[in-house]
């Protein structure tokens, strides 16, 4: 059995060095703009380019639209799904796992195709319009990390009862969905929009190809001019996407709190 | 099941309300129609259609260049080589976290990393990179400087085969870790016991007991990986630009233009890609309908 434990600790041990050093170096990289000390003068020049406020504030509005436009779209479908048509289950189940399978570039490249500027719907032809492009192809993009969290939450609440007591007390549909169905998946909610923030944020391909000033291509544009920056931006980078999972697991920990108390008191 | 009629109300007949069901969904269907569904297709139809939209075959001819034969090659190559080596050491972190007797807090750790680092692609994971195996990077002088070990002598580069494969280890390897451990945590100990109470060894128990029952979850989840990575463009972009031939940075050269002007060779590149990602998802869905069939 010692055996066992001493391969188990060799196996941790490896991946975490695999996972740490490159963390390590980039950061002592970030640290070394100023000749022969240490300081935080690669972050003080990131955070303070006109371009990373206006890119990181342009993805950050992005991606909190799609987080909306992804729940107001899956909620509802998943909530249907479960209680009305639960025929359609793998048809959507299917449809949203499809983003995985389809690369992001491909997908972008049929929008390029549909939505050119001499087609019925020319979404590229304005700036306005390339943007509400970009945002769909994020919810897009979201729909297999939206539909999979909510789904989850749905199946742990009781869907058919809550929306019999509703009715029954007389409300209407958007009452249902919104005051009694939303507050009970919250947490689900939460950790499918904190994931969608970290997949939107620094996104490449369809900003790139949509030539929407976003912070994804403003990362590969530093990365190709500057030394220090660039390193700064993925420790930022980095972090941004640890806070993300951090909340899921905060979130989803409360949740489960939650659900053993109300066990408990039945 | 409750009775549904109940809901509905009485006044609304059967036919009706079939038909009122589906409106429930219309908005998703009609979004992922529209954003999804027939913008692939587009690319499909057009992959066989020539500039003034005949049918040809022509395209599919065309995808038979040697540089575009190479980028599908290479394109293969590092997403198999990182999906293997990453589906490797993912199932012994996994295993090791869950099953390995280690401190309580290792596993809980090892899955939340796990979701920052599959998360941590993209642009900043080949920065991160750079500054570890690049030129200058801090293995690399460390390397130089300490063990005097000349990293770059060996032929290594960052931007090559071995140093992509390494890079796309970074999220390959947490994304097995996450795909892997409901497997793992469903090898029962009560099997283990069995093994050890007729007398076997670590050997015969995972020679004919984990093993097996891991190996469809083993092989779809590796599956997933390579279609994970063959998609990939942003990492291998950031950290080579356009010189390396892997057929996503193809296809994105073609899409910004400069290359090749053939629109329709471009709709067939991206079928081949959707093709190839097709198979290996289609391989995770039913190797994974397997193991969960076996399971019961």
Redesign the interface.
Same mark, same amino acid.
């Given at each position: 059995?010692k055996?066992?434990?001493i391969? !188990? #600790?060799i !196996? &941790?041990i490896?991946?975490t060095l695999? *996972?740490f =050093? %490159?963390?390590?170096? +980039?950061f &002592?990289? /970030?640290l070394k703009m100023r000749r022969d000390e240490y300081s935080f003068d690669a972050y003080v020049a990131v955070f303070t380019d006109p371009q990373f406020q206006a890119t990181f504030g342009y993805s950050t509005l992005l991606a909190l639209l799609t987080i909306v436009v992804g729940v107001l779209?899956?909620v %509802? +479908?998943a909530y #249907? =799904?479960t209680l009305?048509?639960p025929k @359609?289950r793998p048809v959507?189940e299917f449809?949203t796992l499809? %983003? $995985?399978? &389809? %690369?992001? &570039? =491909?997908?972008? *490249?049929?929008?390029?195709?549909?939505?050119n500027s001499s087609s019925i719907l020319p979404m590229t032809s304005s700036e306005r319009a390339t943007d509400i492009l970009l945002l769909? /192809?994020y =919810?897009?993009l979201s729909?297999p990390y939206m539909y999979r969290s909510i789904d989850t939450g749905l199946r742990a609440i009781d869907v058919?009862s809550l929306?019999?007591a509703a009715?029954s007390l007389g409300a209407g549909w958007t009452t249902i969905l919104f005051r009694v169905i939303f507050p009970n998946i919250k947490s689900a909610i939460l950790s499918g929009a904190f994931?969608t923030f970290?997949?939107v944020i620094?996104?490449?391909?369809m900003a790139s190809?949509l030539s929407r000033p976003a912070f994804?291509p403003y990362?590969?544009l530093i990365? @190709?001019n500057r030394a220090y920056e660039? /390193?700064a $931006? @993925?420790i930022i980078?980095?972090m941004i +996407? #640890?806070a993300?999972?951090?909340l899921?697991?905060v979130f989803s920990r409360n949740a489960g709190a939650l659900r053993s108390k109300a066990e408990q008191g039945h | 099941m409750a009775d549904t009629s109940r809901v509905a109300g009485p006044a609304a007949s059967v036919a009706d309300r079939s038909w009122l069901n589906w409106l429930g969904v219309a908005p998703f269907l009609l979004f992922a129609l529209l954003f999804l569904i027939l913008p692939t297709s587009l690319l499909l139809v057009g992959a066989f259609q020539d500039a003034q939209g005949h049918f040809t075959l022509q395209n599919m001819r065309n995808l038979f260049q040697e540089n575009i034969l190479n980028a599908y090659w290479l394109s293969i190559q590092i997403s198999a080589a990182s999906a293997f080596f990453g589906g490797i050491i993912g199932v012994l972190m996994a295993w090791a976290a869950i099953q390995g007797r280690l401190p309580g807090w290792i596993r809980p750790t090892l899955m939340t990393f796990s979701g920052v680092a599959s998360n941590f692609a993209g642009v900043p994971l080949a920065f991160a990179f750079l500054a570890t195996l690049g030129r200058m990077g801090l293995v690399t002088v460390l390397a130089r400087d300490y063990l005097d070990f000349d990293l770059y002598g060996t032929g290594f580069s960052i931007l090559s085969f071995t140093g992509l494969t390494l890079t796309y280890l970074y999220f390959q390897i947490p994304l097995m870790v996450l795909i892997i451990s409901p497997a793992i945590e469903g090898l029962r100990k009560e099997w283990r016991e069995a093994c050890d109470s007729l007398g076997g060894s670590s050997f015969h128990y995972w020679r004919y007991i984990g093993l097996p029952v891991l190996w469809p979850s083993i092989m779809g989840s590796t599956l997933l990986l390579f279609a994970n990575a063959f998609g990939a463009i942003a990492t291998a972009y950031a950290l080579t630009g356009s010189s390396l031939n892997i057929i996503t940075i193809q296809l994105y050269a073609q899409i910004r233009g400069d290359v090749l002007h053939d629109p329709n060779l471009g709709y067939a590149l991206a079928m081949g890609m959707v093709i190839i990602t097709g198979l290996s998802n289609a391989g995770y869905i039913w190797l994974r309908s397997r193991s969960e069939r076996g399971r019961k």
């Open positions: 059995m055996q066992n434990r391969g !188990a #600790w !196996a &941790i490896i991946g695999y *996972f =050093v %490159p963390l390590l170096a +980039t &002592i990289f /970030s779209l899956v %509802p +479908t #249907w =799904v009305r048509l @359609a959507v449809i499809l %983003p $995985l399978v &389809i %690369p992001a &570039i =491909v997908i972008v *490249f049929g929008y390029l195709r549909m939505y769909c /192809s =919810v897009t729909l058919r929306t019999e009715e994931l970290a997949v620094g996104e490449f391909t190809l994804g990362l590969q990365g @190709a660039p /390193s $931006l @993925a980078a980095f +996407t #640890w993300s999972m951090g899921i697991q | -």
